[in-house]
Structure formats: C-alpha cells, structure tokens
C-alpha cells in the first residue's frame, strides 16, 4: 500500500515538471500599446494561414501567406495581390511577380522568416487572418486605428491547460445556471 501511494506521487511528480515545463506554441495578435491579447491560436509546424488586405494604394486584394516552420518561426512564404501593379510595387525588395493562371492572381515567392509582424487596424478596409478552421475579422475585434503586433509566443503547456480548465468550468456552470455573483 505504501509503495502504490510512493509511485502515485512520484507518477504526479512527474507529471506536473512535465507540464510545467514543456511549451505550447501560439499565434498571438496583441495590441502594441497595451498589450492586450485579441487572438491566441496554438499552432505547429506546418501550420498555415494569410492575412488578407486592401492595398493602400492601388486599392485591390492582397494576401500574405505565412506558415510556422520546424523552429516555429512565422515564415512569409508567398504574397498573392488582385493586380500586377501591386505586385511591382514590392519589386524593388522581392523577385519579380508571377501571373498564376489558376488563382488569376499575380504571385511573388518569398520565404523569408519574419520574427513579428506590425500592422494598424484599417477604418474602411476588411482586414482578416485566414485560418483553416476559421477567419478572424480585425474590425470585429479590435477597434480601428489600433496599432496591432502578429507573431509566435510560448506558454507553458500548464499555463494552457489552466486557461482550458478554467473557461470549461465557465462554460460549465453558464450551462447549468450557476451565476459568479
């Protein structure tokens, strides 16, 4: 009985330097000022999603895609825009733009590590991240003209499961009726 309760507790022990030590990888979107978290989307290896935008100033659709590569690094792999003017327009610091025939769009290959991605929330454009489960609407969230910063942070895999826990026992007592007051 003694040694069942040792190994329990040595099993528990294990457990939580594990999960306090291992870390979980996240796309954060935060507010530059204030440092306010509107986003937090785990990610992996691998992971895709775009921004997508007007262009200032030729006023046509313009995507960034980026992936998380194996060092969790955001990576602009590819720009994608609604006009070959826009395209050019990047010319001077990227190769030259592509027509791709089965997106009609005009493409420019990057694959540049990009460590944090600073941006302002547009008042009269539809600014968006692309996700493959969903699509987050800048406007819906965050209030124009607010300066925004996009990149990958880490928490303690603990520090997730906590916040998990937490919002499903919210949603839980919300179910069941149970008020905090």
């Not at 792999?77 to 592509?98: L, P």
């Amino acid at each position: 009985m003694k040694k069942t309760i040792i190994v329990i507790l040595v099993g528990i022990a294990v457990f939580l330097v594990y999960a306090m030590s291992a870390q979980a990888y996240f796309l954060t979107l935060t507010d530059w000022r204030s440092g306010q978290v509107y986003l937090e989307k785990r990610v992996e290896p691998g992971y895709q999603f775009s921004l997508q935008f007007q262009h200032s100033m030729y006023d046509v659709p313009q995507w960034e895609q980026y992936r998380i590569d194996v060092q969790y690094q955001m990576v602009l792999s590819r720009e994608e825009f609604g006009s070959g003017q826009a395209a050019d327009y990047y010319e001077h610091i990227k190769t030259h733009a592509t027509y791709d025939n089965s997106t009609k769009k005009w493409v420019i290959d990057v694959g540049q590590i990009i460590p944090k991605v600073n941006y302002v929330v547009p008042m009269k454009q539809d600014m968006r991240l692309n996700f493959p489960d969903e699509v987050f609407i800048l406007a819906e969230h965050i209030k124009h003209g607010t300066s925004v910063v996009m990149k990958v942070t880490t928490k303690s895999l603990w520090n997730d499961w906590l916040r998990d826990s937490k919002s499903s026992i919210e949603k839980m007592e919300a179910y069941l009726g149970f008020s905090k007051n």
